[in-house]
């Protein structure tokens, strides 16, 4: 990670910014919703509204997908659908705090079995990998999950390849700077504004870049207090 994100001050300001950008470009970066509401339009909508059924549903999709993979380990099509029936089962009961938007422990250890299979899926080099899955890991390694920005920056790249849309690259400009990958952000963060309506380029520009200082101030303050910690230890 970047940064810590777990500090109050640090993560209220980089929501902040987060939050004016989503408005900015119509929700790019809220790529999914998550938990078992029904009615945001968030993953579980994908099945139905009775969370009963949608949990027998996605575990009933994890365990065809895991007898697939054990079956035939080259099946990529399988791999990908467990690693969606990971993320969505995340999302389920106790695996996530509905009050805090956030995934507990049990649902950390669901998105990492998750990331697991995406990993198999991505090593099998797929010729054209499934951007739907990409999104859903994307939120896997977001700062509220796994917090693995360069993951979801390489998941955001396999989504701009299929959707180039200004939202999908201000989502990977984000992610490429939490990452630490300022010339890939800056790139991403280029087309976003080139792909946006002719009279939102100049707001979704500035919000980029108010974005990009934010974090860049936030990298060199971790940074200072990191050698304040180790200079406290000697």
């Known amino acids: 990670m970047l940064f810590d994100l777990q500090s109050r001050g640090r993560r209220t ?47 009933n999709a994890e365990k065809r997908a895991q007898r697939a993979v054990r079956v035939n380990p080259r099946d990529a099509a399988a791999w990908a659908e467990l690693a969606r029936a990971r993320y969505l089962r995340a999302g389920q009961g106790e695996n996530y705090n509905e009050t805090q938007q956030r995934f507990t422990e049990q649902g950390q250890e669901q998105l990492r079995s998750a990331a697991a299979a995406w990993e198999r899926y991505l090593a099998l080099e797929p010729s ?60 991403a963060a280029a087309r ?21 200082r934010e974090i860049q101030r936030q990298a060199i303050q971790d940074a200072i207090d990191r050698g304040a910690l180790r200079s406290s230890a000697r």
């Open 128 to 187: 054209r990998p499934d951007a739907n899955i990409a999104r859903l890991m994307a939120n896997a390694f977001a700062e509220t999950a796994l917090n693995q920005p360069a993951e979801a920056a390489r998941a955001l790249e396999i989504v701009t390849e299929q959707d180039p849309s200004s939202a999908a690259f201000a989502n990977l400009a984000t992610y490429a700077w939490l990452a630490g990958q300022q010339r890939k952000g800056d790139l």
């Open 13 to 59: 300001a980089v929501k902040i910014v987060y939050v004016g950008l989503a408005i900015l470009i119509g929700g790019g970066l809220i790529l999914f919703g998550v938990g078992t509401g029904t009615g945001g339009g968030g993953l579980l909508d994908v099945f139905n509204n009775d969370t009963q059924d949608t949990s027998a549903q996605i575990s």
């Open 192 to 212: 976003a504004v080139a792909l946006a309506p002719e009279e939102r380029r100049r707001a979704v520009r500035s919000q980029l870049d108010r974005l990009n």
